[in-house]
């Protein structure tokens, strides 16, 4: 009976290890496709990579243990895949807390001078959904308050042959706003080239005016305005506020999530200077 009872466990134990270690497995094979596919290994990849392997050693250890009939380090497996799962949810409850207030704060568009606008990649040399959302929000600030000065700020991608800053601007003056209440930023690829570039802008255009001093909205996402904002901070606008495009919600997990792995990777790349 002993026997019978000691060889379910096992077999049942195997169970959840196997299928860890197939799915970090699957997990690298897939991330090196990609990486090889993509011509370069970004964070994201790299930190897939990492994610998969991990789970693949949770995976043997858990497998390990089960064979081995080790309870001690069978608990263990099981408690540190639960703090790192926990852990995992709860930043990610806390981050989605933190995009819900920074989306949710008032723009007070009559109080600004200046509305950044962050691209958001084109299509057919025409700005994307994504865009558009950002750029009709920033429509609507200049609709309240006509005096505001527009930055259209991002580069151009490999595939297209218009900068997104030149297709901003195109989008805008199509609907009305004058060719000289806009400047275009055309060399940012990243969010944080968006904000120092604009820094050095707004430094030349109001040389004597600290940049604390400046009214300046930042026209983004909804789930990218705590990191644009709180980049902004970082870079001396501590009057920097959002203007927030809604996103749709079956586009809003995947972008929500892909803005916090984001976070992460400047929270740590602050941290390692």
Same mark, same amino acid.
């Given at each position: 009976?002993?026997?019978?009872?000691?060889?379910?466990?096992?077999?049942?134990?195997?169970?959840?290890?196997?299928?860890?270690?197939?799915?970090?497995?699957?997990?690298?094979?897939?991330?090196?496709?990609?990486?090889?596919?993509?011509?370069?290994?970004?964070?994201?990849?790299?930190?897939?990579?990492?994610?998969? +392997? &991990?789970?693949?050693?949770? %995976?043997?250890?858990?497998?390990?243990?089960? #064979?081995?009939?080790? $309870? =001690? /380090?069978?608990?263990?497996?099981?408690?540190?895949?639960?703090?790192?799962?926990?852990?995992?949810?709860?930043?990610?409850?806390?981050?989605?807390?933190?995009?819900?207030?920074?989306?949710?704060?008032?723009?007070?568009?009559?109080?600004?001078?200046? +509305? &950044?606008?962050?691209?958001? %990649?084109?299509?057919?040399?025409?700005?994307? #959904?994504?865009?558009? $959302? =950002? /750029?009709?929000?920033?429509?609507?600030?200049?609709?309240?308050?006509?005096?505001?000065?527009?930055?259209?700020?991002?580069?151009?991608?490999?595939?297209?042959?218009?900068?997104?800053?030149?297709?901003?601007a195109v989008y805008l003056e199509e609907r009305g706003v004058k060719p000289d209440r806009i400047i275009r930023e055309d060399q940012a690829k990243a969010t944080a080239e968006?904000?120092?570039?604009?820094?050095?802008?707004?430094?030349?255009?109001?040389?004597?005016?600290?940049?604390?001093?400046?009214?300046?909205?930042?026209?983004?996402?909804?789930?990218?305005?705590?990191?644009?904002?709180?980049?902004?901070?970082?870079?001396?606008?501590?009057?920097?506020?959002?203007?927030?495009?809604?996103?749709?919600?079956?586009?809003?997990?995947?972008?929500?999530?892909?803005?916090?792995?984001?976070?992460?990777?400047?929270?740590?790349?602050?941290?390692?200077?």
């Open positions: 009976m002993r026997n019978r009872e000691k060889n379910h466990q096992t077999t049942t134990g195997h169970l959840p290890g196997n299928m860890l270690v197939r799915i970090g497995t699957l997990g690298i094979l897939c991330t090196l496709g990609l990486a090889l596919l993509v011509g370069r290994a970004s964070f994201g990849i790299v930190f897939l990579l990492v994610i998969s +392997a &991990l789970v693949g050693a949770w %995976g043997w250890s858990i497998h390990w243990a089960y #064979r081995r009939g080790d $309870s =001690r /380090l069978l608990c263990l497996s099981r408690t540190v895949t639960s703090i790192v799962i926990c852990m995992f949810m709860i930043s990610l409850v806390i981050f989605g807390m933190f995009i819900a207030r920074s989306s949710a704060m008032p723009a007070h568009y009559e109080q600004m001078e200046y +509305a &950044l606008i962050l691209g958001a %990649g084109l299509e057919d040399n025409h700005p994307g #959904r994504i865009l558009r $959302s =950002r /750029l009709d929000r920033a429509l609507e600030a200049w609709r309240e308050n006509p005096e505001i000065t527009i930055i259209v700020s991002g580069g151009m991608a490999p595939n297209q042959h218009i900068s997104e800053a030149c297709a901003m968006s904000i120092v570039k604009t820094r050095g802008i707004l430094e030349r255009i109001e040389p004597t005016t600290p940049l604390s001093d400046l009214n300046l909205g930042i026209v983004t996402s909804d789930f990218h305005a705590f990191r644009a904002v709180f980049l902004a901070h970082s870079h001396g606008f501590s009057g920097a506020r959002p203007i927030s495009a809604t996103t749709p919600m079956s586009a809003w997990l995947n972008y929500a999530l892909r803005e916090y792995f984001a976070f992460i990777k400047f929270a740590l790349t602050v941290y390692a200077h």
